[in-house]
Nanobody
Framework: VQLQASGGGSVQTGGSLRLSCAVT????????LGWFRQAPGKEREFVSA????????LYRDSVKGRFTISRDNGDKMAYLQMNSLKPEDTALYFC???????????????????WGHGTQVTVSS
């Protein structure tokens, strides 16, 4: 199973981007999916996560009301809609899979056993 994030780009403050995470290979979609980000010189931080069922979602405080996570298990895709972007959102964004299906979502990167390559998001002021 592999994860591939895409959809990053450069936008101005207030702009929007939609990140996608494609899950290829494997036969099961029974895992939670999370989005993390890492800015230069900083540690990787949790952004958002969604359970296998899609019923439970979690966001870091700074993105609540601006970001929306979703998934389509049929298409093996996950998405992160990012609105009202700010310069502090600039980072390399990763999608990752946690074999824990839920309902509790985890925010620590160590619980996520599968990671894709990141996609860069740059927000200019």
């Amino acid at each position: 199973v592999q994860l591939q994030a895409s959809g990053g780009g450069s936008v101005q403050t207030g702009g929007s981007l939609r990140l996608s995470c494609a899950v290829t290979g494997g036969t099961s979609s029974r895992y939670s999916l999370g989005w993390f980000r890492q800015a230069p010189g900083k540690e990787r931080e949790f952004v958002s996560a969604i359970t296998w069922s899609g019923n439970n979602k979690l966001y870091r405080d700074s993105v609540k009301g601006r970001f929306t996570i979703s998934r389509d298990n049929g298409d093996k895709m996950a998405y992160l809609q990012m609105n009202s972007l700010k310069p502090e959102d600039t980072a390399l964004y990763f999608c990752a899979a946690d074999p824990n299906m839920g309902p509790v979502l985890r925010t620590t990167p160590q619980f996520y056993t599968l990671w894709g390559h990141g996609t860069q998001v740059t927000v200019s002021s």
